[in-house]
């Protein structure tokens, strides 16, 4: 049976990702993608007919076939799996005894299968056409400010590491690149290390103590290769010497299009270089030299997002580099510390992914006019767990490999989707997996990607090399928006020393940014997916956590059981000393109350004492009569013997007498009934605070 997948047209994908699904099912629990696959198929024809279309273009996937080695010859392995039909198409037939053939046999699936991409390399590809056919024009864009991102995809032994970083005497497509990019930027450098990238796509100014920092790393680093020969030095300007490993490049150009400065322009260029890795959803600084130590650990770098948006590794070294020479310097640096650190580790390099970035800076005297990214990205080998039969941490390492590539078809499964669809706004999980996360940009329009797939021809690998082949045709689905104002790289931002923004219409706020790196922080861990782990693998970890949820709520428990207690005790310590206070203080106002009221009473009555006395005796003045008077009067009444009674007067003065004194006596009186009901007021408002005391000293 045969099917034909030609992705160049529209609408013929369905049945190559529909398979591909099927593998995914398969292989992998992430099963949700596969609805996703399969519905930008049928959606593909409707996008490509219209007028919009024509502002996109599809992400370019090429096809690279390397060739059988002597080994795989004589091993048979030779059995003419891969077929190819014409410069953008191959058939691949499957083998007798591989898994898709028993399937076909089965009546499940085809034996055959047609795949088209945007160029086909077979296996006499030099490496000069093959960086002339895929990546030239990417590199010729990022020379005036546009950003490339370039994969190489494959199995392990594919041929990704010789198609991007390639041998001796046929270098790769990254010391292509390199080259092409040193001969245009050649008289035009810009010496000073003093302007340098930073945080996702601004540019730092370095003071001078920082320049001889960099100095410093980059000795530092170049030292890490002293042991080894140095490579031959660059002699001419169309042929260069340089080397990865124990490889060394020697490009030369018979055939490379000079890319012209424009006149007149007085632009200088500086180049910074980086390497890492991610293994294991973790990235790791390839210039960062591996701990010697069996039990040090390498240190994860984070990635972070500034606040325009763009991803990177936080402290990632970037690397200043004056020629190609330099770079392929670091090139090998990475790829040593790479193998050490795979060797530690015991894994195999291939099962990270590794990637070489170029930043370009133009700058017109100290001002930097763009900033252009050109990123190599050598993925992991694709090869599934059913295969390989990995278990425990090879099982969680292979999970996470393919994961990210899973992740990495899961955004362009999505990106498709909402393409497909200008009403729909899907979510496109970037953020899922490192690798996708880094990339994120390049993929919403702020710079060109393509892929290049590597496959052998090998009999043993068709049906891993089946499953690169359909991937890589749901990729090839992708269309990436290229806005030509988008794609331009904007100016960067300028930010000082302490990255304080030095640019007159420069946005960073320090502050918002440090709390957003904080925040970042927080948000970024480096969990590992346990999603891939066997299903009883799971079931045990969850157990786990659940005990340990368990035991943890209850500690917590326990612990805010003996918290409240003690704030309990305090605070009743506290209100009883309180209250005590508060009795006392109501005791000693009572009776001073009652010393002021008795007191004023003594006094009333004193006062009251003195003035009837007082009255009396004015009284007695008033009607004082002298003795001959009165003994006169006396003998007068006794002989007229009239009366016995006292004479009119006396009665009338003593009257008056009682009468002022009983007025007296009344206003005195009242002012002591005044007093004694002050008294009485001023008991009851003791009483009442002192309930009110017991009262809230009961609620407590
Ligand atoms: N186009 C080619 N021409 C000649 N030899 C090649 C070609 N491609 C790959 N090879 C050779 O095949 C072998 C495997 O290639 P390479 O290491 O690049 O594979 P890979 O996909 O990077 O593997 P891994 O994933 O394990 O790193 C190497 O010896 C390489 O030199």
Redesign the pocket.
């Known amino acids: 049976m045969t099917t034909i997948i030609d992705l160049t047209h529209d609408g013929t994908v369905l049945d190559a990702m529909e398979s591909t699904c099927n593998d995914l099912h398969a292989c992998n629990p992430h099963r949700d993608v596969l609805s996703e696959l399969s519905s930008i198929a049928s959606t593909q024809s409707e996008v490509l007919d219209t007028a919009e279309q024509q502002k996109h273009q599809h992400l370019r996937v090429y096809l690279?076939v390397?060739?059988f080695?002597k080994d795989e010859i004589s091993s048979n392995e030779d059995q003419g799996c891969v077929v190819l039909e014409n410069a953008r198409t191959v058939m691949l037939h499957a083998p007798k005894g591989s898994a898709t053939m028993k399937s076909s046999e089965k009546g499940v699936g085809q034996a055959i299968h047609t795949f088209s991409f945007s160029q086909i390399f077979g296996?006499e590809?030099k490496q000069a056409d093959l960086f002339e056919g895929t990546i030239k024009s990417q590199v010729h864009d990022y020379l005036e400010g546009k950003n490339a991102l370039v994969f190489?995809y494959?199995?392990?032994?594919?041929?990704?590491?010789?198609?991007i970083q390639g041998?001796q005497k046929?270098p790769g497509i990254l010391p292509q690149a390199l080259d092409v990019i040193f001969r245009h930027i050649k008289g035009r450098q810009y010496e000073n290390m003093d302007l340098k990238p930073y945080l996702g796509s601004d540019a730092q100014y370095l003071g001078p103590d920082q320049v001889q920092q960099e100095r410093n790393t980059k000795a530092a680093i170049f030292a890490l290769l002293k042991e080894e020969n140095e490579p031959p030095h660059v002699s001419g300007v169309s042929s260069h010497s340089s080397s990865t490993g124990s490889l060394s490049f020697s490009v030369s150009y018979d055939n490379t299009v000079e890319f012209v400065a424009v006149s007149g322009d007085r632009s200088q260029f500086a180049l910074w270089v980086s390497f890492y890795e991610i293994y294991n959803e973790s990235v790791y600084d390839l210039l960062q030299a591996s701990p010697t130590s069996k039990t040090q650990r390498r240190t994860a770098l984070r990635v972070c997002e500034d606040s325009a948006g763009n991803s990177y590794v936080r402290d990632l070294k970037w690397i200043n580099v004056h020629n190609s020479e330099e770079a392929c310097k670091i090139l090998r640096v990475g790829n040593k510390n790479r193998s050490a650190a795979s060797t530690k580790m015991n894994h195999?390099?291939?099962r990270s992914h590794s990637i070489f970035t170029i930043k370009l800076l133009r700058i017109d005297g100290t001002e930097v006019q763009t900033m252009s990214e050109l990123s190599l990205c050598?993925l992991?080998?694709s090869e599934r767990c059913g295969k390989t039969k990995t278990f425990g941490e090879r099982l969680k390492e292979a999970g996470n490999i393919n994961n990210s590539l899973l992740i990495l078809g899961k955004c362009i499964a999505a990106l498709r989707s909402n393409q497909s669809d200008r009403m729909k706004n899907g979510y496109i999980p970037f953020r899922e997996s490192k690798l996708t996360r880094l990339f994120q940009s390049i993929f919403c329009g702020k710079g060109r990607a393509s892929m290049i797939v590597?496959i052998?021809q090998c009999a043993s690998t068709y049906d891993e090399t089946l499953h690169v082949m359909k991937f890589s045709a749901i990729a090839k689905q992708v269309v990436q928006l290229i806005p030509t104002k988008c794609l331009e790289s904007l100016t960067p931002r300028l930010v000082g020393r302490n990255g304080k923004p030095l640019l007159k219409n420069g946005v960073i706020d320090d502050q918002a940014l440090e709390n957003y790196l904080s925040e970042e922080e927080l948000l970024d861990e480096d969990e590992a997916d346990m999603s891939i782990l066997p299903q009883e693998d799971l079931l045990n970890v969850i157990e786990n956590l659940r005990a340990k949820l368990l035991a943890e709520r209850r500690k917590n428990l326990v612990q805010e059981i003996d918290i409240r207690k003690e704030m309990g005790d305090a605070m009743l310590q506290q209100l009883m000393e309180s209250e005590e206070l508060r009795n006392r203080q109501v005791a000693e106002l009572k009776e001073s109350y009652q010393e002021k009221l008795e007191n004023t009473f003594e006094m009333y009555k004193d006062a009251l004492k003195d003035h009837a006395y007082q009255r009396a005796l004015e009284r007695i003045e008033d009607d004082y009569v002298p003795l001959e008077e009165f003994i006169a009067e006396q003998e007068k009444v006794e002989s007229n013997a009239l009366t016995t009674r006292l004479p009119y007067h006396m009665s009338l003065v003593y009257f008056q007498l009682i009468v002022s004194l009983q007025k007296r006596i009344a206003v005195l009186n009242d002012a002591l009934h005044e007093a004694g009901e002050r008294f009485f007021d001023k008991t009851i408002e003791i009483e009442t605070l002192h309930k009110k005391l017991a009262d809230q000293v009961k609620t407590i």
Request: hydrophobic content about 10%.
């Open positions: 690279r390397r060739p080695s296996p590809t190489s494959g199995v392990t032994n594919a041929g990704k590491t010789h198609t041998s046929d195999s390099s291939s050598d992991a080998g590597n052998n």
